[in-house]
């Protein structure tokens, strides 16, 4: 819902005037809430869930949960009405991201579960990246671009991850009803992908625009493709909820490729191409990929993917699409095609809300209320 509320927010006061609505909308709003708003709500939704399962310890639940969302939810308005001393909403908004790497590292600590520190150490760099882009924009003013590629390369790191752990993983599932070739298991070529791409998400984070870390993100964006190559993409077009999962990791290749062209050919490849890339991109597709998922199977629901789902899906890639083409057009044209991906990628998440929210909230099917 955040994400259907914000990306508007962000285009009216874009294509109006920073006036144009009586809340802080402009630039630094949609950049943080975007990165750091509805990408920690998304990343503490699927680890809530998944690090138990990971642990055997028991799930967060009840007062301590709702004190998440509220911090959550309470940074959400701290960024939206910015009252108070210039300092106070970016420490209202920080306590979020602080509590809650807190918890999984805790989590993960207590369950002896070292295989999933990196992703308790994603979560910390995200929290990190997020207090950085406070202290920038307090002390200096503007947009903390450090922290903002920190905060989308721990996320884009993440896909990586974890995507690369049940893309597979589900395909697998999914084809073993039918038959035939299986997609390849994790091995060294796996793991030497990743460490690829730490690398060059570190390279870009710090010295974006170098032309070694420029270099290192193409190879990275290649070799993710390959690795997508080994799972059997081809043979999961009739099902959207599996391809899906194809499609968005196959965003996180492209953003890659691009951020790296865009360093080595900065004249014919726009930086925000790729910037965008990652974000309605690869973060957009791949969380509505494992929402929509989760969400049927949580709910008791068959998993396949009915027209509502797959009308989600048409809606952010196109969103996202347009968002990326959108810097290679001339200028005049380029406001006018973002007002159509924000409203395709916004669109998608509306939609999402649409559809799900009522078997979020219904008893699961064969149980009584």
Not at 64 to 71: D, N, T
Not at 118 to 132: C, D, F, H, Q, T
Not at 345 to 359: D, E, L, S, T
Request: proline share 5%.
């Amino acid at each position: 819902m955040w994400a259907a509320i914000a990306v508007p927010l962000w285009i009216v006061t874009y294509a109006l005037g920073p006036d144009a609505l009586p809340v802080e909308a402009g630039l630094v709003f949609h950049v943080h809430e975007m990165v750091f708003g509805y990408g920690s709500a998304i990343v503490a939704g699927f680890l809530l869930t998944a690090v138990p399962n990971w642990t055997g310890r028991l799930p967060v639940c009840g007062a301590p949960l709702v004190g998440l969302v509220a911090l959550w939810v309470v940074g959400r308005a701290a960024m939206l009405f910015q009252s108070g001393p210039i300092w106070l909403p970016g420490v209202i908004e920080s306590a979020f991201l602080v509590a809650f790497a807190s918890l999984i590292w805790r989590e993960v600590i207590a369950g002896k579960n070292t295989r999933n520190l990196k992703v308790a150490g994603a979560v910390s760099v995200l929290a990190l990246a997020n207090i950085g882009f406070h202290w920038v924009s307090v002390t200096s003013g503007g947009l903390p671009q450090v922290a903002i590629r920190t905060g989308l390369a721990a996320l884009l790191f993440l896909i990586l991850l974890i995507g690369g752990r049940i893309t597979p993983s589900f395909t697998r599932n999914w084809l073993g009803k039918k038959g035939g070739d299986m997609p390849a298991p994790f091995g060294r070529f796996d793991g030497a992908a990743l460490i690829v791409s730490l690398a060059a998400l570190a390279g870009w984070a710090v010295f974006d625009g170098a032309l070694v870390a420029s270099a290192l993100l193409v190879v990275a964006g290649v070799v993710n493709f390959a690795r997508l190559a080994r799972w059997q993409v081809q043979r999961t077009l009739a099902e959207p909820l599996v391809a899906i999962l194809h499609i968005g990791y196959g965003w996180a290749a492209a953003a890659l490729l691009l951020l790296g062209l865009s360093g080595v050919f900065p004249a014919v490849i726009p930086r925000v191409a790729g910037v965008h890339a990652v974000g309605a991109g690869a973060i957009g597709v791949m969380t509505l990929a494992v929402m929509t998922r989760a969400s049927l199977g949580h709910t008791g629901h068959v998993l396949k993917a009915g027209a509502g789902t797959v009308l989600i899906y048409t809606l952010v890639n196109l969103g996202a699409l347009a968002r990326v083409a959108a810097p290679f057009l001339e200028y005049s044209v380029q406001m006018h095609v973002n007002h159509v991906a924000s409203a395709l990628w916004a669109g998608a998440f509306a939609a999402f809300a649409i559809v799900y929210w009522p078997r979020l909230l219904a008893p699961r099917p064969g149980r009584a209320a």
